[in-house]
């Protein structure tokens, strides 16, 4: 089978989700959205135009905390009430939650990750990604910068029968704009012969780290 490539988008919904969306909307592409609770409980339609439009959101935590910074009890609790938030966004848009919710911890799972034990309390794998873009720094590279390490990512991966997943950024914790992370996807998505992988097969699936 064709490798597939999917986008994901951490730390929203943020000021640029909906021209995120716009973006996504015009190639018909789906992508992942996992989002921290503090930021969906202000961006409930935000979120609900996204899963209407066929994207499928994933928990990233409530506050974003650093590994170890919280208890194991405070971090299920953070979980749970983003999961908790997530479902009623599925609610408000009238569309079937997924069997799962996929979850991505802040800055990824690493070996030896003392969040591990809550993932096994919780019963939950880990969605990890294939490549994370530097969209996050201040200030961000250019679009076409960004653009350009997607695509060398993407041949590669593709050139080995590797499917590609990819971690940008749509928000923050401080609810910063990322218009450079728009602008690059809409340049990467304007290339002729882009293709998006089959959502349902992923979703919920881990791949990377
Ligand atoms: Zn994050």
């Not at 989700?17 to 996992?34: G, I, K, Q």
């Not at 609900?48 to 439009?53: G, I, M, S």
């Not at 990604?129 to 996050?136: E, F, G, H, N, P």
Request: aromatic share 4%; glycine share 8%; charged share 25%.
């Amino acid at each position: 089978m064709h490798p597939s490539t999917l986008l994901s988008f951490d730390d929203g919904p943020g000021p640029s989700t909906p021209a995120l969306l716009d973006v996504l909307r015009v190639t018909s592409c789906r992508a992942m959205f996992f989002v921290l609770g503090s930021n969906l409980a202000r961006a409930m339609d935000v979120a609900t135009r996204a899963v209407r439009e066929g994207h499928v959101l994933g928990n990233h935590t409530y506050s974003h905390a650093r590994p170890g910074a919280v208890s194991d009890a405070a971090l299920i609790d953070e979980v749970e009430h983003t999961d908790a938030l997530i479902r009623e966004v599925y609610q408000l848009a009238a569309v079937p939650e997924p069997v799962s919710i996929p979850l991505r911890l802040p800055y990824g799972l690493e070996p030896q990750d003392v969040r591990g034990d809550v993932l096994a309390r919780l019963k939950r794998s880990h969605t990890g990604w294939t490549a994370i873009l530097d969209d996050w720094r201040r200030p961000p590279p250019s679009p076409h910068a960004l653009a350009g390490a997607m695509r060398r990512h993407i041949a590669d991966r593709t050139a080995r029968g590797q499917d590609v997943l990819l971690c940008l950024h749509d928000g923050s914790r401080l609810a910063e704009a990322r218009p450079a992370t728009v602008e690059a996807v809409r340049l990467l998505l304007s290339d002729p012969g882009w293709q998006t992988g089959e959502l349902e097969n992923r979703n919920g699936r881990g791949a990377g780290q």
